[in-house]
Each structure stands twice: as structure tokens, then as C-alpha cells.
Antibody, heavy 116, light 107 residues
Framework: QVQLQQWGAGLLKPSETLSLTCAVYGGSFSGYYCTWIRQPPGKGLEWIGEINHSGNSNYNPSLKRRVTISIDTSKNQFSLKLRSVTAADTAVYYC??????????WGQGTLVTVSS | DIQMTQSPASLSASVGDRVTISCRASQGISNNLAWFQQKPGKAPKSLIYAASSLQSGVPSKFSGSGSGTDFTLTISSLQPEDFATYYCQQYNSYPFTFGPGTKVDIK
């Protein structure tokens, strides 16, 4: 049974860097896409970006200047960094994994609040 | 970016009803479309990929169809656990984009 467990700081000040990590249990990265998606409170889903087991990444152009997704295949983990956050980055952040670029398993979500 | 629209935005239905949700892409996306179910306060759950393929463990009352720009999610017989918001997502072209969601609630 594949499970994704994510963690990271939930309260940030403007201009700080958001940092989240997602561990995949019961599965591997080989051949899979590892994705980050966010959801502002009361709103819909926004695709942030993805990385594959080879370390090739793709990002949403709306965030590309500020985002980095990395992978550590030795730990079955992948991470998200979003620099220079503002209140507009307040959202629940989800990690997900999929054979297709579309996810099949999701993490539990982490609410990240940006407030001074 | 490819724009995804869903209709209706919300619907009220009864247990046992057959429910159909539509998703339209602003340009052709072949069959690179997924459907997700989300309940309040929970992570989305993956239902369908490649427009019509069921994710592992998803009951067969869910089905998907379509190709190109028009897609449909059907729930054959609505059960209490199916009341949720449903999202479509295209993964044909970067950046991948989601529809705004369709909320299914109890009539």
C-alpha cells in the first residue's frame, strides 16, 4: 500500500522560504512523477510542478521564478521550496505521485499560512 | 495555458441517482485527463486517469469518457459517500491545469 507523508513549516512571514518534504512509503520513484499541488482556502487546485526519478522537473510558469522541486531517491523523498512567499501563497500544499503525470496517490496536505 | 471548464458548478442529487459531470478543455488534449474527488478538509482522491481508466481500488460505479476537448464523469448510482467536489485535470500540456470543480450535494 503506497502512502505519502509530508511535513514542513506551517506558518511563515512574508519574504521567507516555504519548505516542504514528502516521503513515499510502500512504493518507489522509478518511472513515477512526483508532483506538488496547492489549494488556497476555499478555492480550487493549482499545479505547482513535478519531478521524475531522473531529476527532470517542470514548473508552473506563474511560480517558476520562485520554486524548486528536488528529489532524493535514496530516501524516497521529494521536496518543494518556494521563495519570497506572500499572503497569496497561503494554501494547503499537497504532494502526489503518479505513473501518469496525473497523480494516483496523495499526501495528507499541509496548511501553510503566510502572515506578518 | 489550457483552460478547463466544468459544468454544472454544483448539483443536488438523491441517493441512487445517476450523475453526470462535464469537463471541457480550451484545446484538444487527446485523452490526457484525470478526475479527482475531494471531501471537505481532505486530500483529493484520484478516480480516473487517461480519461476512462479507473485508478486501483476505485469502484466501478465511476466511469469516464471522452477525448479531445469534451469529457464526462458519470456516477452510476449515487451513494452517501459520493457527496463531494469533483475536479478534472488536463496533463497534456504544461502547465497542467484543473477545472474549477463541481460540487455534488444532497437534494
Amino acid at each position: 500500500q503506497v502512502q505519502l507523508q509530508q511535513w514542513g513549516a506551517g506558518l511563515l512571514k512574508p519574504s521567507e522560504t516555504l519548505s516542504l518534504t514528502c516521503a513515499v512509503y510502500g512504493g518507489s520513484f522509478s518511472g513515477y512523477y512526483c508532483t506538488w499541488i496547492r489549494q488556497p482556502p476555499g478555492k480550487g487546485l493549482e499545479w505547482i510542478g513535478e519531478i521524475n526519478h531522473s531529476g527532470n522537473s517542470n514548473y508552473n510558469p506563474s511560480l517558476k521564478r520562485r520554486v524548486t522541486i528536488s528529489i532524493d531517491t535514496s530516501k524516497n523523498q521529494f521536496s518543494l521550496k518556494l521563495r519570497s512567499v506572500t499572503a497569496a501563497d497561503t494554501a494547503v500544499y499537497y504532494c502526489a505521485r503518479g505513473v501518469d503525470p496525473a497523480p494516483d496517490y496523495w499526501g495528507q496536505g499541509t496548511l501553510v499560512t503566510v502572515s506578518s | 495555458d489550457i483552460q478547463m471548464t466544468q459544468s454544472p458548478a454544483s448539483l443536488s442529487a438523491s441517493v441512487g441517482d445517476r450523475v453526470t459531470i462535464s469537463c471541457r478543455a480550451s484545446q484538444g488534449i487527446s485523452n490526457n485527463l484525470a478526475w479527482f474527488q475531494q471531501k471537505p478538509g481532505k486530500a483529493p482522491k484520484s478516480l480516473i486517469y487517461a480519461a476512462s481508466s479507473l485508478q486501483s481500488g476505485v469502484p466501478s460505479k465511476f466511469s469516464g469518457s471522452g477525448s479531445g476537448t469534451d469529457f464526462t464523469l458519470t456516477i452510476s448510482s449515487l451513494q452517501p459517500e459520493d457527496f463531494a467536489t469533483y475536479y478534472c485535470q488536463q496533463y497534456n500540456s504544461y502547465p497542467f491545469t484543473f477545472g474549477p470543480g463541481t460540487k455534488v450535494d444532497i437534494k
